[in-house]
Nanobody, 124 residues
């Protein structure tokens, strides 16, 4: 079971990036998947997720209206489209599998099989 995040890079404020989270060894469609981000010295911060129990998507307040999570089951990949990026979005972005559905959507301890992360830097 492995997740690999990619698609990060350097972008100017107001720009866009699309992150990918490719799964191997299991079918992503059978699980909830979350995107988190982390800056040095801080804990994981939730961004967006697919919820398996109710089939809904969820976003944290700073992601609403700017970020969109989607999935391509044929490619076993989840995406995070990020628009109108701001310098405060700079972080390493990770995807992970929800293994404890009883926990709220953005509690990091409810997730496992974290990918290696992809760096997003928003700067002029």
């Amino acid at each position: 079971v492995q997740l690999q995040a990619s698609g990060g890079g350097l972008v100017q404020p107001g720009g866009s990036l699309r992150l990918s989270c490719a799964a191997s060894g299991f079918n992503l469609d059978n699980y909830g998947i979350g995107w988190f981000r982390q800056v040095p010295g801080k804990e994981y911060e939730g961004v967006s997720c697919f919820s398996r129990p109710d089939g809904n998507t969820y976003y944290t307040e700073y992601a609403k209206g700017r970020f969109t999570i989607s999935r391509d089951n044929a490619k076993n990949t989840v995406y995070l489209q990020m628009n109108s990026l701001k310098p405060e979005d700079t972080a390493v972005y990770y995807c992970a599998v929800k293994i404890k559905e009883i926990l709220p959507a953005f509690v990091a301890t409810g997730y496992a099989y974290w990918g290696q992360g992809t760096q997003v830097t928003v700067s002029s």
